[in-house]
């Protein structure tokens, strides 16, 4: 299911945590699968969970539970806008709204060519910078108004 | 000791206790949801709030350390308001289908919120919505917006059933329980988790939409099924058993059952039931009056008695039978001048029968499992033989990891193990004489005679030593081990055992009566089970026997069965095989509708009543067979109640059996050389264990009750030139059967698992016989 380059980092996650308790890992290794897959589809959380010596389910809870971890594929670039409380107040809706237009799709969807997936995203950490977006929850973007936004977009090829 | 007040009452409880587990020992109710003495605590529906002095904010009372000195108002202002305001948001997003739920009358949540809830909602927005889930026969998940998500079922699986199947998945509001992709749930404890829903989330899907529960009747029983005697609460409503539920015993089965004693009772309403008696008349079976059927019955034993002798008459009847039938069946075979009388039919090896210092039992009380520092089980498929039990290990497991397994078959039985060595079973008892050594040589001890060529290997050596330390240890022999080829060499083992380590030692017990039979001396003085059909009869009565599913070769059972001149089955269904063979069928009772008595397999003598009238013309075993011991004029047959009978077996008002003992008089240890060519290995799968467990649909559905396959591990399948999936004949004497062949690595080199107790396997011989394989 997964390369051995992502199962060698996965063993190092494992090494960080006692021995029997393996399923410590269980993030950083959901994490791992879908950097190499782009998204989590069934077969590899249940892949990880079995390499983890965990339940799926419960595996399928942590990847149910937290936001970046994509249960149906995305586009090549994840565009995530931060709607929360002070971003909101700062601009982050109105940045979405932009970009529905921009890209002519809704949150959770993507653009017909397959090329970015918007969605929407909770804090993010970086209030001061609101308001704030991530693209494919890697590259931190501050300070988001149109023009930014015209420029992450004509970066994202 | 700490010293609390809670509403002004003192009350001194342990260091580390909640204020929940206080507030019991007071009778102050706190109201919950999530909280359940038998699981971790989670604190999540936050109902149990209760005000503490000098606290700033209500604590949830089942997450709260008691400390010296605490204060504690459960019916306080603050409490209260705080109790009444978790209520409001928990009924926000819960459906208001009470009237078509079929929790209604029984719901945690509506009990509650008539306390605690407001009359009027102030909640005006839409609520959420939660689709149904698929999840197998057993449990219905089809109402799935009525979840509060307590969790409660979430952590059963977990902590008590030892496999995690259900989770909640999502966060905040659009949490969601679940399993994996859409998996069914296939714990064979699973039903619990119908009792511990608080609300109408999980139901029971065979029990839905057809009673509510104040119509239902609650009557006192004890299951039928395994050794353990788990209580029943059996629910009836016009003189149908509706449900069966479990009845709170903490020594037996503490608050639970196993799904088998939870659903079988499909089975009691079968339109298999044998309702009037039926006669053989040329040829062909057909109903007659209970006089007649009687008659014929004692005459033709009589007329076998006196032109062939006694011992042309055989007697089997099931582990399942209580002590008053099992008793009354060999008082009559005994009576017509047979000793040849048994209730073991899936035994191979009796030797040591005569041997016995006094009545096999578990060595110990169930409730000591859980104070035990090592145990270990021999031959047993643990999961499914004893459901109960190996919960009680499962326990233990967690705290110790001290608990090892060695078997036939390598089925995980979701208990963490300290080791786990799986064998054929031909070589079970040279496996157990390894550990013995192993034992003996840590200890110091002598080597016992007859094992000086045995050699101790790694795995031996570390169950020896985890029996060699702590206090209490317990050594189990399993089904596997007693119906195995040389069951008395293993009992003479694992005394041994028991003797080096100071370990107890015990039989789990086949049947929900298997202590009960040998108190009851429904034993052979003549041929026992096996060999009753090994040397045809003339004549055999079978009580509750289903002779091609229950015996240890049935091949052999069924053959005998049709070459006599009689057979009577004294049985509750007409099932297709016995039609065949059979001469008389005797309509009988199941547990619902006779009284009894069963004893467990910690000597626990477990007595209870009909909670039905018998069915048609059904009679219960041990009238039948009073009034059959009253047609043939044998003496001492004027009982008027099954406690006379009892009685007459027991001292009255015996809580526990006196001659408990596994003790062994001169059996010497030989290992025999192991045999060549392939093994059968024979479970009994759980849902094909009794005849009531067969006859059930919804347990029937489940993944447990596949067809048998032909399980051999990759070098066996190899060996035999099949490939995995393939249809393969695999055969036994004369009989045969096609099965599927299929991969299954945890079966041992050089064996075949194929299941007994299924109709597709029943022209199969010995459990653990040779059986040969071949491409179909």
């Not at chain 1, 299911?1 to 950083?28: C, F, G, H, V, W």
């Amino acid at each position: 299911m997964l390369n051995q380059n992502s199962l060698t980092r996965i063993d190092r996650e494992i090494a960080k945590y006692p021995a029997d308790q393996k399923q410590s890992a269980s993030m950083a290794a959901l994490a791992i699968a879908q950097e190499e897959l782009g998204w989590l589809p069934s077969e590899a959380i249940e892949f990880v969970a079995n390499y983890l010596s965990m339940p799926p389910i419960a595996a399928y809870e942590v990847a149910s539970f937290y936001n970046m971890y994509d249960l149906k594929p995305v586009g090549k670039y994840k565009l995530t806008v931060c709607t929360n409380l002070p971003c909101m107040l700062t601009g982050g809706v109105d940045a979405g709204e932009y970009l529905k237009e921009k890209l002519g799709i809704g949150y959770n969807e993507t653009t017909p060519d397959g090329r970015i997936t918007l969605k929407e995203g909770e804090c993010m950490g970086a209030c001061g910078d609101a308001p704030v977006m991530i693209v494919n929850n890697r590259k931190m973007c501050s300070w988001m108004n149109p023009e930014q936004i015209d420029k992450l977009l004509a970066e994202l090829e | 000791m700490i010293e609390i007040e809670i509403d002004g009452k003192a009350v001194h409880v342990p260091d580390g206790s909640t204020i929940m587990d206080a507030a019991q020992q007071t009778g102050a109710y706190i109201p919950h949801f999530c909280y359940h003495k038998k699981l971790s605590i989670s604190a999540n529906c936050r109902m149990c709030l209760v005000q503490v002095e000098k606290a700033p904010k209500p604590l949830p009372a089942c997450a709260t350390p008691v400390t010296n000195g605490m204060k504690v108002f459960t019916h306080s202002e603050l409490a209260v308001k705080a109790q009444a305001g978790v209520m409001e948001f928990l009924l926000i997003n819960h459906p208001l289908d009470c009237p078509i739920c079929d929790q209604g009358g029984e719901c945690q949540l509506q009990d509650l919120a008539v306390g605690y809830g407001a009359g009027v909602s102030r909640y005006q927005e839409a609520k959420r919505v939660v689709f149904h889930k698929e999840v197998g026969p057993l449990i219905s998940m089809q109402e799935m917006s009525r979840c509060i998500h307590c969790t409660r079922c979430v952590r059963f699986g977990q902590e008590i059933a030892g496999v995690m199947e259900l989770g909640m998945a999502n966060r905040n509001m659009h949490s969601e329980i679940q399993t994996f992709v859409g998996r069914t749930v296939d714990s064979e404890l699973s039903g619990n988790m119908i009792d511990l829903c608080p609300v109408g989330a999980l139901t029971s899907k065979p029990f839905r939409y057809s009673a509510r529960s104040w119509e239902l009747t609650r009557r006192k029983s004890v299951s039928p099924h395994d050794s353990l005697g788990a209580n029943l609460t059996v629910q009836i409503k016009n003189n149908v058993v509706m449900r069966v539920l479990p009845r709170e015993n903490e020594d037996v089965n503490e608050c639970w059952i196993s799904d088998k004693e939870r659903f079988s009772y499909e089975a009691l309403n079968s339109s298999e039931r044998l309702t009037k008696p039926m006669i053989r008349v040329d040829g062909a079976l057909r109903e007659v009056e209970w006089p007649a059927a009687l008659d014929y019955v004692a005459h033709a034993l009589k007329d076998i008695a006196k032109t062939q002798g006694g011992e042309a008459i055989a007697s089997l009847a099931a582990p399942h039978a209580t002590l008053e039938e099992l008793h009354l069946l060999q008082k009559v075979t005994r009576g017509l001048g047979s000793g040849s009388v048994d209730f073991r039919p899936r035994r191979r090896d009796f030797s040591a029968d005569g041997k016995r210092a006094g009545t096999p039992w578990l060595g110990l009380k169930l409730s000591e499992i859980k104070d035990l520092d090592a145990a270990l089980v021999v031959g047993s498929f643990l999961r499914k033989d004893h459901p109960l039990f190996a919960q009680r290990l499962r326990q233990l497991g967690k705290k110790w990891n001290k608990v090892s397994l060695l078997s036939v078959g390598g089925d995980d039985p979701l208990i963490k193990l300290h080791a786990q060595v799986t064998v054929a079973p031909a070589e079970l008892a040279v496996a157990l004489a390894r550990i013995v050594k192993a034992a003996a040589q840590l200890k110091n001890a002598a080597v016992p005679a007859g094992l000086e060529s045995v050699e101790p290997c790694a795995d031996s050596k570390a169950i020896a030593e985890s029996l060699l330390e702590g206090d209490k240890r317990a050594i189990f022999l399993g089904n596997a081990a007693e119906q195995n080829g040389q069951a008395a060499q293993l009992h003479a083992l694992a005394l041994e055992l028991a003797k080096i380590t100071g370990a107890s030692f015990g039989f789990i017990g086949e049947a929900a009566n298997s202590v009960g039979g040998y108190v009851a001396k429904a034993l052979p003085t003549a041929l026992n089970a096996y060999e009753m059909f090994a040397q045809p009869r003339q004549a055999y009565v079978l009580l509750g026997v289903e002779p091609e599913l229950d015996c240890a070769n049935p091949q052999q059972a069924v053959a005998a069965l049709k070459q006599a001149a009689l057979v009577v089955m004294l049985t509750p269904f007409k099932h297709g095989a016995a039609l065949d063979y059979a001469d008389v069928l005797l309509p009988t009772t199941p547990f619902t509708e006779t009284s009894g008595t069963f004893i467990n397999t910690e000597g626990r003598v477990q007595g209870f009543n009909g909670v039905v009238r018998p069915l048609g013309d059904a009679r219960p075993a041990w009238k039948v067979l009073r009034v059959l011991g009253n047609v043939l004029a044998l003496p001492g047959f004027d009982y008027d109640s099954s406690e006379q009978v009892r009685d007459e077996i027991l001292p009255a008002g015996a809580e526990f059996v006196a001659s408990l003992d596994n003790g062994l008089n001169s059996v010497a240890l030989t290992l025999n050389a192991v045999s060549n060519g392939l093994q059968r290995v024979a479970d009994v799968p759980i849902y094909f264990a009794d005849a009531l467990a067969r006859r059930s649909p919804a347990l029937q559905k489940t993944s447990d009750a596949a067809a048998p396959a032909a399980r051999m591990n990759a070098a066996t399948l190899a060996q035999s030139g099949v490939a995995d999936g393939a249809q393969v004949r695999v055969k036994q004497g004369p009989g045969d059967a096609v099965l599927l062949a299929k991969l299954d690595e945890t079966v041992p080199t050089g064996c075949v698992r194929v299941a007994a107790a299924h109709a597709s396997t029943a022209a199969l011989g010995d459990m653990f016989g040779s059986i040969t394989v071949e491409r179909a």
